[in-house]
């Protein structure tokens, strides 16, 4: 008969792989970030130009496929069916994109501050757990955590943020979670170790 610890082993192994996976997608992300932020630093007007254009094409043909779907699928047959109002709201929005360009910075900056404050967020949870599993890493991620908390919540409200401020606390955000995904992942084993500790200690005191 197998024991509690043989149990609970290939499980918690493989929760420890899903973790680091999900870290490392996290630091491409962080990448991601990073280099956006250098554009914006470098390039705000026509990457904020790009980014209205990528969004104003995605509407558009998105709504265009709900007019369609409309009339060639459904219109006629449903009487519930939305994709007629549904793909003109679409489109209109796609359309305005494109007329903002530039403009469409303001939607943009807070689209990015929200963004930076829930990953803080999901970072501060993780420093929390990190804590309770006495893994002394938890300070530094709760620190980083928190300055990027301030810099989600300086762009989310600070309306005079330019788009170069906002390129640059980009580029400081992505740097501060790939740093503590970094982190995060060095001590992955560490957690599910001690974790099959405890409960193989728990197991002996039941025996």
Known sequence: ?????????????????????????????????????????????????????VVGTFFVIKGGFKIINYFMVKGREDFFNNDLLTGVVTVIIGIAAFV??????????????????????????????????????????????LAMLLL?????????????????IMLASGLISMFSDIMFIQHVDSIISKITDFVDKAQHEEN
């Open 152 to 168: 989600g919540m300086i762009v989310t409200f600070y309306e005079g943020a330019v788009v170069v401020l906002i390129g640059w």
């Open 1 to 53: 008969m197998k024991s509690k610890v043989e149990i609970i082993k290939r499980p918690l192994q493989q929760t420890g792989d899903a973790l680091k996976k999900n870290a490392w997608m996290s630091i491409l992300e962080s990448l991601v970030m990073i280099v956006m932020g250098v554009f914006l630093i470098a390039w705000p007007t026509v990457v904020i130009k790009a980014i209205s254009y």
């Open 100 to 145: 903002l360009g530039e403009n469409i910075s303001g939607i943009f900056r807070i689209i990015v501050g929200i963004f930076l404050i829930y990953e803080a967020l999901v970072r501060m949870n993780t420093a929390i757990k990190l804590n309770a599993a006495r893994i002394n890493s938890w300070r530094p991620i709760l620190i980083m955590s």
